[in-house]
Structures are given as structure tokens and as C-alpha cells.
């Protein structure tokens, strides 16, 4: 009996692209799956990263539906995901698994020969919160209160995506935002590795790092660190790349909460070779975006408090749908609130049954990183330009 596939909340070039690597992955399972409504099919793709696609996983998980998460993150709260970009290779692996978990194993032997090369549209990463009127946000909530009431069982709690097995995507480069907490440092030159000034024996700094006590999330501003660097130790040791934006470090985020309360002299930033980098981080997991980071250090920042420049009486939204992470449930409901429009701190906070010091540090962590703006803030584009509270780092 052929396994039924749906495909939901998502832009039309992604859908088409879905489509076509669909058929060639199906013919070379020997045409196991079809292609149907998504009311009729056991299995759903949805597309995580658009606005709403968790309202869709919701909706489809209230119904009993099997949801396949399409996302640029390596970790996700639906029962299976197709990375993307997606191809019809990583559709063919993924649509095998899930037949062989359902007693329908295909074989090598009795896959047809792979069909001619077919061309498959470009799948671009596109931002439909941009043209999507209120009107459609209001049905999508709606739409969600009718399935949970409908649900036979009480409907789920807010989601949160699970921690990264595989490990969040490795974009490159990944944009990480000015922290809050304090203005960085400019970058030193690039030619010569500043030394930590010490009255005697001046232990030498790894390549980009300037001597100071600053926190953590001051050391996290693009250009101050250079290298392949290692700090902390134990259940904190974190190994950063960087150049790449990227980091090795534990999957949950709560317990890197100390590194963020102290200050790091440059001396603690240990440059190493390549190859001890390589060997440490391949036990540590996938790398992570350094942004990640940055989010969960303005987070912290602070304390219940919006960032300085920024209070109560203004209106804030989510610009896109962001990860959020699956320590944090109550930010689903945050989320899901500020997509719909700029609301003040408040009215956020009553909307989303969360407390007004939950919200702001939210909003400080989503300010940060490019998720959230202020109503009469300019575009990220002119806040880089002018050089910002948050804009100096978004272009990078």
C-alpha cells in the first residue's frame, strides 16, 4: 500500500521544487510514496522556517498527522526533518527511513536504475511575513483554536524545538548582532596579535583579541576574535571558530549561563593548531552559529529589563519567526503574539499568559540578533550604515 505525502506552509518556489525532487526520490523507491492533499496524507512536509510553519505543525499535530519538518536547523520539535537545501538524494534517504519504520523496506535490489539527471528550481529562503496580510495570521490562529478543541486529547503545550543532535545548520557567514549589555571594543589591526599589558612577562593574545575583562558578550562582536579559539573548561568550554561564526559547545544553553556573568582577559582565549581544533570539536558535535550565543547572552543581559534605549512605551514585533529553543517553551507563545502585529510590553505579556520580565528579556535577545524591532526603528540595512545600537554587526 503506497505511503501517502502532503506538503504545507510554504512559499510557491519552494513547493515546486519539493514537487520535483519528490518525483525523481519516488521513482528510485520503486514508487512507494504518492504525492496527495495534504487532508489525505499520512505524512506532511512543513516548512519550519516560514512564519507559519509552526502554526502548521501545530494544527497538523492536533490532528494526529506525522509531520516532516523542512529547515535550515539541524534540530527540530517534528517527528522527522529534511534539511534544507534538500535534494532528491536527502529525499530519497528520508522517504526510505520512514517506509522501513512503517515494514516497507526498500532494498538496493529493488530500486530501479537512478532516471536521467532532472533539474530541480532553485530553492530560495524567502521571508513571507513580508506580503502576508494580518488577515491570514488571525485564520492561522483560528485555525489552531479549532484543532485543539477538536483534539480528543488536551492540545499540545507551546513546542520548542528539541536540542541538536546533528546540530543547527552551519551558515555561513551567520550574523551576530551588538550585545546589549555593553558597546565592543574596536577590532585591532589585523597585522600584529596585541599582547595582554601586564607590568612583567606579558603573556601573548590570540590573534584578534585585545587585553580587557569584558564579558563574554563583548567578545562575541564580529572582527574582536580571530582564529580557532577554545575558553571555559568542563560542561563550559566552548570552542569558537571565529572566522566562521561558529562554535562547538554543549546542545542546551542554560548551563553556559556562568561564562556570561564574568569577564575574560584575553589570555583566557586559547588560539590553537588546526588539527587539535579539528580533534576537540569532532568530539564536542557539529558546530552551532555563533549567533546562538549571542541571542541566549542578551537574554540574560537584561535581568527582566528592556536594553538601554528601549522601554515599555514603545511597540515591538518579531520581523521573522525565529528558533527558539526548547529550554525556553513559554517563547513559542511570545513569539506567536509578536508576530502578529507591534504591541507594547504589556499587552505582549498579557496576550501570551507570560510575565512582562519574561517578555523583555525576549525581546532584547530577538533585538539583538534580527528577529524583533522596535515600531520607528529604522531597516537593519540603515542601522548598519549609521552604526547602531544593534545595526554595526547585522551586515556582517
Known sequence: MPLTLGLTGM?????????????????????RWTLVPEPQADF????????????????????????????AAQRTQADFLLGHPFSADSIAALLGEIAGQNGEPVSAAEAPAAPKPVEIPQQ???????????????????????AKAAA??????????????????????????????????????AASAPTQPQATAPAPAAPGVTA????????????????????????????????????????ALKPLAALFERGFASSEFKLLPAAQWDAAAAQMGAPMPLARLVWFGNLLAGRGR??????????????????????YPKHFRIATVMMKGPAHLAEIAEASGVTEPEVADFINANLATGFAEAEGDPPPAEQAKSGGLFGRLRGR
Open 11 to 31: 512559499d510557491p518556489a519552494t513547493e515546486s521544487a519539493l514537487q520535483t525532487a519528490f518525483k525523481v526520490a519516488n521513482a528510485r523507491l520503486g514508487g
Open 44 to 71: 506532511v512536509v512543513v516548512d519550519m522556517d516560514s512564519m507559519y510553519g509552526p502554526m502548521s505543525w501545530l494544527r497538523l499535530h492536533a490532528a494526529g498527522k506525522s509531520v516532516i519538518a523542512l529547515t
Open 124 to 146: 530560495p529562503r524567502t521571508d513571507p511575513t513580508a506580503a502576508l496580510p494580518d488577515v491570514v495570521v488571525e485564520l492561522l490562529q483560528t485555525d489552531l483554536a479549532q
Open 152 to 189: 480528543p486529547a488536551p492540545a499540545p503545550a507551546a513546542p520548542a524545538p528539541a536540542a541538536p543532535a546533528a546540530v543547527v545548520t552551519t551558515p555561513a557567514p551567520v550574523t551576530a548582532p551588538a550585545p546589549i549589555a555593553a558597546a565592543p571594543t574596536p577590532a585591532p589591526a
Open 212 to 251: 580587557s575583562g569584558d564579558g563574554l558578550l563583548d567578545w562575541l562582536v564580529p572582527g574582536r576574535l580571530r582564529g580557532l579559539l577554545r575558553v571555559g573548561s568542563g560542561e563550559e568550554r566552548l570552542l569558537i571558530d571565529a572566522d566562521q561564526r561558529r562554535y562547538h559547545g554543549p546542545a
Open 306 to 327: 528592556l536594553a538601554p534605549g528601549y522601554d515599555a512605551a514603545r511597540r515591538y514585533r518579531m520581523t521573522k519567526w525565529p528558533q527558539t529553543e526548547r529550554e
